[in-house]
């Protein structure tokens, strides 16, 4: 089962501006994670969200929470052509091993 | 840091063979997992386990076995391969409980024609 949807599934932007992902989810969380792929690789983790904060920072990257209506935004600042990759959400459940991925946001940084 | 190592990048397969995927982590992490990845479809969770000889079905088990023989490794066995299993899987790793971050191999892209 797909629990996170990315909106949209591509985005493409000049270097410099702001790249925002949402994600939207459908049952209770714990937590909400980011993850990046580069073309053909494995995942990184970028960040995780717990159900009870708002909005974490880390470096360049802003990402908010608002389990009201079950979304998650990612705003990547001053994008780089470095910052091209896919970019996932992830949900883990309260007590639950699984983390469930959406389908992913395709960023494409123009030089 | 955190090190995922699957055995192989790249895969062909014929249809029918017995496939194995291997994925070794060297952080004593408890819980181990086998992602497949198709365009489109993000990530579909095909096994996990959370202990030594320990095994759970995820979304997506069907065609697919497990062995977990000791803990930093995790195998992905595919009976009989079929060209739908044609994919990216993808193994991870994580310690304890609480769905926290997980670690990802490279990757391996298996072809099955």
């Known amino acids: 089962s797909q629990q996170g949807e990315e909106d949209p599934q591509a985005l493409s932007i000049q270097e410099g501006e702001n790249a925002t992902m949402n994600c939207s989810y459908k049952?209770?969380?714990?937590?909400l994670q980011w993850y990046r792929q580069n073309s053909g690789r494995g995942l990184v983790h970028l960040i995780l969200?717990?159900?009870?904060?708002r909005e974490k920072h880390s470096g360049r990257l802003r990402v908010t929470l608002d389990t009201s209506k079950k979304s998650s935004s990612l705003l990547i600042t001053a994008s780089r052509a470095a910052d091209t990759a896919s970019y996932f959400c992830?949900?883990?459940?309260?007590?639950?091993?699984?983390?469930?991925f959406g389908a992913g946001t395709r960023l494409f940084v123009k030089a | 840091d955190v090190k995922v190592t699957q055995s192989s990048r790249y895969l062909v397969k014929r249809t029918g063979e017995k496939v194995f995927l291997e994925c070794v982590q060297d952080?004593?992490?408890?819980?181990m997992f086998w992602y497949r990845q198709d365009p489109g479809l993000g990530l579909r969770l095909i096994y996990f386990?959370?202990?030594?000889?320990?095994?759970e079905k995820g979304d997506i088990p069907e065609g697919y076995s497990v062995s977990r023989e000791k803990k930093e490794r995790f195998s992905l066995i595919l009976e009989s391969a079929s060209t739908n299993q044609t994919s990216m899987y993808l193994c991870?790793?994580?310690?304890?409980?609480?769905?926290?971050?997980?670690?990802f191999g490279s990757g391996t892209q298996l072809s099955v024609l």
């Open positions: 386990s959370y202990d030594v000889k320990m095994k």
């Open positions: 991870a790793s994580r310690r304890g409980q609480g769905n926290e971050k997980l670690f």
């Open positions: 952080m004593d992490h408890e819980n």
């Open positions: 049952t209770s969380i714990n937590n």
């Open positions: 969200i717990r159900s009870n904060e």
């Open positions: 992830a949900t883990g459940s309260t007590g639950g091993f699984k983390t469930i």
